[in-house]
């Protein structure tokens, strides 16, 4: 999809690691303002690759990735959640939000006004003074990703940060995100392996295939927000699935057939 002004723009990007594998081969994509994108395929694709790389985690090794059309979107405006929550055992659950802003050196007051906004937004307002063991999988999860809010970003990186946890808490958290997506007018890129998950959240899902990694489809998901239980039992919903599970498999039988 062509954008005048994209958010994200990959051209050519490829990486090879030091040990020769060839992770991710020529991809092309722009990802305009306020899109919902999943990167769905198999395990090994290069999904988990490519989304470092739009973080700044590490450089590709063929073409260019372009955050922002100007200086607009700075490093900061750029927020990453990991599938481990990772938060420091020792450390409140105020002051895991509260790292990125004391890393940038924020005014104290500011700081715990901005914690507790954050906290605010994924439910967990009165959960500041309490520590991480205290918490449940789908808490810690709600505070890595309020430690992501923390910092007003304009992007929202996300790898795989609900794989580990019940079905039940997925929805839920599913929902929360498309709640802060829709209300801070983020872009968010969702790197899943679900089918089921990606065209629930998703405006566009972008198929990937494995060996080389590289993208084989690039599907639009055209059901309006918000999305609710009535979406997840429409027709709609499973045709969507039904197309995105075929682009899927096609994926699996190329990579069969190619060995
Ligand atoms: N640091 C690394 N060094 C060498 N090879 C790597 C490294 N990280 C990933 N790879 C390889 O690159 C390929 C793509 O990996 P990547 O983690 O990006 O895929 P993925 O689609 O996110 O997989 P998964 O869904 O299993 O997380 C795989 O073959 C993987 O083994």
């Keep these: 999809m062509q954008h005048d002004n994209p958010l994200v723009s990959m051209q050519g990007v490829g990486k090879r690691y030091a040990n020769g594998t060839l992770a991710l081969d020529g991809m092309d994509l722009e990802i305009g303002d306020h899109e919902f994108v999943s990167f769905l395929g198999p395990s090994g694709c290069g999904k988990s690759t490519a989304l470092r790389?739009?973080?700044?985690?590490?450089?590709?090794?063929a073409g260019r990735i372009r955050i922002g059309?100007?200086?607009?979107?700075?490093?900061?405006?750029?927020?990453?959640?990991?599938?481990?929550?990772t938060l420091m055992p020792?450390?409140?659950?105020?002051?895991?939000?509260?790292?990125?802003?004391?890393l940038a050196g924020l005014e104290r007051a500011e700081m715990a006004r901005r914690v507790g906004e954050a906290l605010e937004m994924v439910g967990l307002g009165a959960f500041g003074k309490v520590y991480p063991r205290e918490l449940s999988g789908g808490m810690k999860m709600r505070v890595s990703i309020?430690?992501?809010?923390?910092?007003?970003?304009?992007?929202?990186?996300m790898d795989e940060p609900f794989a580990a946890l019940d079905e039940m808490t997925r929805?839920?958290?599913?929902?929360?995100?498309?709640?802060?997506?829709?209300?801070?007018?983020?872009?968010t890129i969702f790197v899943t392996h679900s089918v089921y998950e990606s065209v629930y959240l998703s405006s566009r899902i972008v198929v990937m295939a494995a060996r080389p990694g590289r993208v084989v489809a690039d599907l639009a998901v055209d059901a309006p927000y918000p999305r609710n239980e009535e979406f997840r039992m429409s027709a709609a919903y499973s045709d969507c699935c039904r197309s995105v599970s075929t682009a899927l498999q096609q994926t699996l039988n190329g990579v069969e057939h190619a060995h």
Excluded: C, Y
């Design 146 to 157: 309020a430690r992501a809010m923390v910092t007003r970003p304009k992007l929202l990186l």
């Design 53 to 61: 790389m739009i973080a700044g985690l590490m450089s590709p090794s």
């Design 69 to 85: 059309a100007d200086s607009a979107v700075q490093p900061a405006d750029v927020s990453f959640v990991f599938q481990e929550p």
């Design 171 to 187: 929805i839920k958290l599913n929902n929360d995100v498309l709640a802060l997506w829709s209300a801070h007018r983020l872009t």
């Design 90 to 102: 020792w450390a409140t659950v105020a002051d895991n939000v509260a790292l990125p802003l004391s």
